[in-house]
Structures are given as structure tokens and as C-alpha cells.
């Protein structure tokens, strides 16, 4: 477990993730699908979509904390050996109660490394990140941004092979949402896959590669971003994005 | 964590540091224990015998008890036919007499049952149950509680039937004086537990000496055929020590106030 | 009234004296207490959090009998560790009866379920917020409890503390078990019995005194070495 910290050896790639007719249910009332989808093997992909759609759904049902009622969630690999491997940064951040640099190493001690390189490596990403000030601060006393940024390094240290983040910038100002953006694409050139939900269409544009949109609980429209920028195939996906309201 | 890590340690230390060579169990009453005789007893035996007697200190009921179930290695009681009754049914090794003391009765300086003047125990109990004052009993089936039924039953007064002025504590006799004490009631208590009771307030000594009165103490080794593992050799060698010179002139000699409260009556074997 | 002056008076004496008597029986107070409340947290506080992260058919009802135990009589509770204990009893060949061992059996049984049930409330709260980041990560089961106890600690301190309290204070179970011998396992509490029980309200006070005194100065001690009450630590 500790070896695949350091390098990634030579093994199966968990990806391309598929959902085939998956459908998530809240006290037997459908919530999200039947959702049929592939996440390929590279690629910044945007899932959008008005409130209450199913995004946040969507995506916990991908990483599997919400439960599949019918139909199937698969990886490339058996499930098992797929939950270690992926990592998710919540809308609102959990914020464990301990220092910033053990709760970034947190992860790391999960999977078995000692206490003292944990520590380490935590230090490393918290200064990468912009969080090398406050590495002693208790973690739930940081602002907005810092908290969203220690979701980052807390779920990048780990070197997952996806990541899901569910709007990670919704609270943040313009110039924490450019910072986290900037962390995003260079997880994206080491090779992370990334899931993302937002609203924020100046996000979408600058960071997809594809884009999901979902609409009432179901996948409405998906392809390739700048086809769906520029000519999106559903009147509901053409309205959402000139921001006129999808009833 | 480290305060937990000493916890731990602790806990250890805790078990390991409880056995002891020399040392027995002796399950003795309250009146006995609230002398302040045992204190004196004691360090003699230590310093004699190198035994150290712990003492638990119950009623004579529990006494018995503990005698019975084998958890201690001797009683030192006072309640005759309870312990002829141990003995006969196999739980005591045999019963030895050691020494007596006495019961008297105690009630507000006032005495409005006038019981100073009475010519016996049971006449000052009737004078008590004919003016309706009121009276506290132990109430727990110890000695001293036995020996006040025995009394009233003496004196022919039924107590069940007299709820208004008769009342059961149901705790030992310190207790039982205390509530005596807040009640402004009589009681009776040993002489010894009296003298050295230190809440006395309005009460006062007002009747004794009546032969019924005499509390004898008697020392009760356990059976060791029941009880394999209670410690015959130190049980043996205290019963020698209680019933020799030196605890006789201890046990004469031991006052409160410039009263005599027990008087040695061993005999030698 | 006077008897509350002569108390503090005595109690004062036999603080400034250091009393040997006092030292051995604060002593054996503490030991007895501190060493059933660790063992009373070794069960308790893994059992409040397993009960948390484990969903299984029978939770609720046993965290209902938790609560119910909470407040198990302690007079009781000696009667049956007692019976057990004795020699005439299943485990009567130990020869653990009236002795600090009995003493810390009976308050081990007292205090966990205190301690499993605070705990199980405290961590409840923590898992409601720490629940979906601690399942994304993967952590297992005893991951997942070790997580919680350890950033519960503060407030799991507290649960042992009441447990503390409660035992430090307890009469009823120990005098059954320990049979209050001198020198042996005469606690503050079956000491202060003793000297009610022959008027010495005075010197009862005074052990009563010291005792709160005890009680107050273990918590502030412990508060202190553990650092709580100041946010820059954590």
C-alpha cells in the first residue's frame, strides 16, 4: 500500500468508470437515473446542471457513498480495490479537529505511513498549496478558501486516480476560485482524473473537457465541452447556459 | 495518551501489590469496633504475634454471614444462641467466651418516662411503653437488636403493634444513636459504643446494671474442614493471645472517662 | 453549625499535618478510583464509538440498557460482586473479596457503562460530521473509531471525569466489597461512614472536604495536562 504512495507501479488503471441505468433512491422515491455514462481514462470532466438535479447524487453515487438502487456503478478494477483510490472534496468542507498539517497527513496515515513522513509530506503539499503558514493552525478555525484548499491537499496527497469535487469554489471569492482552479489543472497534467460539479459557467468554460448536464434526476446531455458550449443539443441545456431559468 | 499509559501502569501496581504474608480476617460487631478496644488490641497483637488481624466491622447477622460463606477467618460477636447455632451447624470450629460488657439504656436527660428509678431493664422498658415516649431500635437483627427484643419480650410489650412511638433505624449503632440523638429518644446501646458516641445532645445515661443487661463476647474460629483455605495456625495463635494474661489486663484496663467497659472472662483450656 | 467550623478546622489540620492516616487513605481513594476508571475507559470509550459506526439489529436497545445501567445502584452492584466474590462464590478461589482488586471490580462496573454512554453521545455528533470524509477516504472500521476517539478527546475527557466523580464519590458498592479494613481498604468515602457512625461529625466533615478538595484538584490537574480550554492547540 505505501509503495503505491511513492510511484505508481505498474497497475490496472481503475478507469474507465461506468454507470450503467444506475438509479439512486431516498426512501424508495427516485432521486437520480437511470443514469447510463462512461468516465474515460483522462480528462477534466464538468457536471452541471440546475439545483436539485442530481449532481451532488451523481457523484456520491459514482464514489459510493450514496447507494445504488438498481443498476450498476463499475470500475475497471473490482470495487474493493477501487475505494482507495479515489478521493472527493465536499461542497462544504469537513473540517477534522486537529492541526492543518495532520489533518492533510490523514490520509497518508490511513494507508499505513508513519506518523513523522506523513507530517512531511503534509508540510510539502500545505506550502504548495498556500497553506504552509498555517500549518499548526487548528483546522477548523480557517477561512472559507483555506478550508477548500486544505480538501484539496487532504484529497491530492494521496495521489488518487480520480478525483470527484462537488462545487468546491461556490463560496469562495474570485481569486481563492482562480488559486483552487490552477491546484486543479496541474492534478489534471499528473495524471488525476477529475469529476467536478459546478455552477459557475466561467468555471465550466475555462476547465472542461466534457461536460455532463444533468436535468430533473436524469443525465440530459453529455459530450465533448466545446460542443456542448457552443451548440448544446436540449432547449433546457441552451437555456442554463445564457443563465435563463430551467424550470 | 501518556496519562492513559500511567493509568495502565497503575493498574498493574494496583494488582500486584496485594498479597502479604500474616494476615487474617476477623469480622467483629460495631459495638465491639466502636469501643475503641480493637485499637488498642490490635498493635499489641501485631507487635506479639507479627499477625495483622484486619477487621471487618458489620452486625452480628452479617457477621455470621461472612463466617458462613468463608470470607473471613474468625467473628468475635456477641449474641449467644446465634452462635451456638453457627457452631452447631458446622460453620464454627468451636466458640470461646473472651470477655463481657453492657447494655444500657440512654434517653433525653429529662427521662419523662422517669426509667432512673426503675427497679430492672424490663420494668424501665414497660415505664418507656406505658407513657408512649418514644424509643429507637437498631432494628438490623445484630446482637444488640436481639438482645432488645429479648428484653421487651421480657417485659411483655408487643413493639410490632406500636408504631407511634416505637421505631426501627435498621443501621448500626452509631447510626442508631444519631438518631436517637436528633429524635430526643431512648435507646439502648452498649456501654462502650455510648462512651465513646460523640454526638450525645440531650441524652443521657439513665438506666444499667441489671445482670440481664451483661453482653458476653465470644471468638468463633471457622471451620477449616468447610473452609480449607481460612488460616487455622493464625486463627490459633490469636484465640491463644486473646485469652491470655496479657490481653486480660488489656481488656481490664481499658477505660473511657475512668470507666471500666469490658471485663475479661476467658477460661484457660 | 459548629460541627461544619470544627470540620473545616480538622480538615485543615490533617491537609497541613499531612496525616499519615489521611495520605494512605487518600491514597488508596485514588488508586482504586483512578484505576477503575482506566479500565472503565479501555472498555468504555471503544464501545460508546463501536456503537456509533456499527449499525446492527440490536443498537438501539443496547444503548437503551447503557442508559438504563447509568444508573445502576451502586449498593446493589456490591451486593451481586460481592456474592460473586465470596469464597462460597464462583469466584471465591481468588480470594479477591475485601480487597483494592474487589474494590476496582465493583467500580468498573459502575463507571463503563457511564462512560460508554457519554462517549456514545459525544462521538455520535462527531460522526454526523466527520461520517462522509472518513468513508470517502476508506478508512476501516477501527480506523474510523480510532479517528473519532482521538479528536473526541476533549469531550471524551469529560465522560472519563464524570466517571471520576462518580466512582471517588461511591459508598455503597465498595464498603460491601472492600469491607472498609484499616490500613487495607478504608477509602475516603467508607472512612467518612465510619466516623458518622460514631458522632464524629466534625472529622467526618473534614474527610468530606478533603474529599471535594480531591475531586476538584484531579479535574483541574487533569485539565491541565491535557491542555484543554485553549483553541490554539489541538
Not at chain 1, 497553506?131 to 494521496?158: H, N, T
Not at chain 1, 436524469?218 to 441552451?238: D, I, L, S
Not at chain 2, 458516641?197 to 468447610?226: H, S
Amino acid at each position: 500500500m505505501v509503495g503505491s504512495l511513492d510511484s505508481h507501479p505498474p497497475q490496472a488503471s481503475i478507469l474507465p468508470l461506468r454507470l450503467t441505468g444506475a438509479c439512486a433512491r431516498v426512501r424508495g422515491k427516485p432521486l437520480v437515473g437511470p443514469v447510463d455514462l462512461t468516465i474515460g481514462a483522462e480528462g477534466l470532466t464538468i457536471v452541471m446542471g440546475p439545483n436539485g438535479s442530481g449532481k451532488t447524487t451523481l457523484l456520491r453515487m459514482m464514489h459510493g457513498l450514496q447507494r445504488v438502487a438498481e443498476g450498476e456503478v463499475c470500475w475497471n478494477i473490482p470495487k474493493r480495490q477501487a475505494l482507495g483510490r479515489q478521493a472527493y472534496v465536499f461542497q462544504t468542507p469537513i473540517m477534522m479537529r486537529r492541526r492543518v498539517m495532520d489533518s492533510i497527513a490523514f490520509p497518508l496515515i490511513l494507508r499505513g505511513m508513519g506518523k513523522m513522513r506523513a507530517r512531511a509530506r503534509a508540510s510539502e503539499w500545505a506550502q504548495k498549496i498556500g497553506l504552509g503558514d498555517a500549518l499548526s493552525r487548528p483546522a477548523p478555525f480557517l477561512s472559507g478558501g483555506e478550508k477548500q484548499k486544505l480538501s484539496l491537499a487532504r484529497a491530492l496527497i494521496f495521489k488518487p486516480d480520480i478525483l470527484f469535487l462537488d462545487e468546491p469554489c461556490a463560496n469562495l471569492d474570485g481569486r481563492a476560485t482562480r488559486e483552487i482552479e490552477a491546484i486543479l489543472l496541474e492534478a489534471k497534467a499528473g495524471g488525476t482524473r477529475l469529476v467536478m460539479a459546478t455552477h459557475d459557467m466561467g468555471q465550466a468554460r475555462r476547465l472542461a473537457s466534457d461536460v455532463v448536464f444533468m436535468y430533473g434526476g436524469k443525465v440530459h446531455e453529455k459530450g465533448p465541452a466545446e460542443g456542448f458550449f457552443k451548440g448544446p443539443e436540449t432547449r433546457e441545456a441552451a437555456m442554463f447556459i445564457k443563465g435563463e431559468i430551467v424550470e | 495518551m501518556k496519562i492513559l499509559n500511567r493509568l495502565i501502569m497503575m493498574a498493574f501496581l494496583s494488582i500486584g501489590g496485594m498479597a502479604q504474608a500474616q494476615e487474617m480476617r476477623l469480622a467483629v460487631t460495631t459495638s465491639f469496633h466502636n469501643s475503641g478496644l480493637s485499637d488498642v488490641l490490635l498493635p499489641q497483637i501485631k507487635a506479639d504475634l507479627g499477625i495483622e488481624v484486619q477487621l471487618l466491622v458489620v452486625g452480628t447477622g452479617q457477621a455470621l454471614k461472612l463466617g458462613e460463606a468463608g470470607d473471613v477467618d474468625a467473628i468475635l460477636v456477641h449474641s449467644r444462641a446465634a452462635e451456638e447455632a453457627f457452631v452447631a451447624a458446622g460453620f464454627g470450629a468451636h466458640r470461646r467466651e473472651i470477655m463481657f460488657n453492657d447494655f444500657v439504656l440512654i434517653g433525653p436527660d429529662a427521662d419523662p418516662a422517669e426509667i432512673r428509678v426503675a427497679a430492672s431493664a424490663s420494668r424501665a422498658l414497660q415505664m418507656i411503653a406505658d407513657t408512649e415516649n418514644l424509643f429507637v431500635s437498631r432494628g438490623d437483627e445484630s446482637g444488640t437488636h436481639k438482645m432488645e427484643r429479648g428484653l421487651w419480650q421480657a417485659a411483655g410489650v408487643d413493639t410490632v403493634a406500636a408504631d407511634t412511638w416505637y421505631r426501627e433505624a435498621g443501621s448500626g449503632m452509631g447510626a442508631t444513636l444519631n438518631t436517637a440523638s436528633g429524635m430526643n429518644a431512648y435507646v439502648l446501646a452498649d456501654r462502650a459504643s455510648w462512651l465513646n458516641f460523640g454526638n450525645k445532645g440531650d441524652l443521657a445515661l439513665l438506666f444499667a446494671g441489671d445482670p440481664v443487661l451483661f453482653n458476653q463476647y465470644a471468638f468463633l474460629p471457622i471451620n477449616p474442614a468447610l473452609h480449607p483455605h481460612v488460616k487455622v495456625d493464625l486463627v490459633a495463635a490469636l484465640e491463644d493471645w486473646l485469652t491470655s494474661d496479657a490481653a486480660a489486663e488489656l481488656i481490664n484496663g481499658y477505660k473511657i472517662n475512668g470507666e471500666t467497659l469490658f471485663t475479661f472472662n476467658a477460661t484457660p483450656q | 453549625m459548629n460541627e461544619l467550623a470544627q470540620g473545616l478546622l480538622d480538615a485543615w489540620k490533617l491537609i497541613f499535618t499531612l496525616d499519615r492516616d489521611l495520605l494512605e487513605i487518600v491514597g488508596l481513594s485514588l488508586r482504586v478510583t483512578l484505576t477503575a476508571v482506566a479500565i472503565a475507559s479501555l472498555i468504555g470509550l471503544p464501545l460508546g464509538a463501536w456503537l456509533v459506526v456499527n449499525r446492527f439489529r440490536y443498537r438501539r436497545a443496547t444503548i437503551a440498557v447503557l442508559n438504563a445501567l447509568m444508573g445502576l445502584p451502586p449498593v446493589v452492584v456490591g451486593l451481586v460482586v460481592y456474592l460473586l466474590l465470596s469464597r462460597s462464590g464462583p469466584f471465591g478461589v481468588f480470594g479477591l473479596l475485601f480487597t483494592p482488586a474487589a474494590m476496582i471490580i465493583a467500580q468498573v462496573i459502575i463507571i463503563t457503562p457511564m462512560i460508554a454512554s457519554i462517549s456514545h453521545q459525544v462521538i455520535r455528533d462527531l460522526w454526523a460530521d466527520y461520517h462522509d470524509l472518513l468513508l470517502s477516504l476508506n478508512a476501516s472500521r477501527w480506523q474510523r473509531i480510532k479517528a473519532l476517539l482521538w479528536d473526541g478527546r476533549r469531550a471524551l475527557l469529560t465522560a472519563m471525569l464524570a466517571g471520576f466523580g462518580r466512582g471517588i464519590g461511591e459508598v455503597g458498592a465498595i464498603m460491601i466489597v472492600g469491607g472498609n479494613i484499616d490500613h487495607n481498604t478504608r477509602v475516603l468515602t467508607t472512612a467518612i461512614s465510619l466516623e458518622t457512625g460514631k458522632g464524629n461529625f466534625a472529622f467526618a466533615i473534614g474527610l468530606g472536604l478533603v474529599l471535594i478538595a480531591l475531586a476538584v484538584s484531579v479535574n483541574l490537574i487533569i485539565h491541565s495536562l491535557s491542555k484543554t480550554e485553549r483553541a490554539s492547540n489541538w
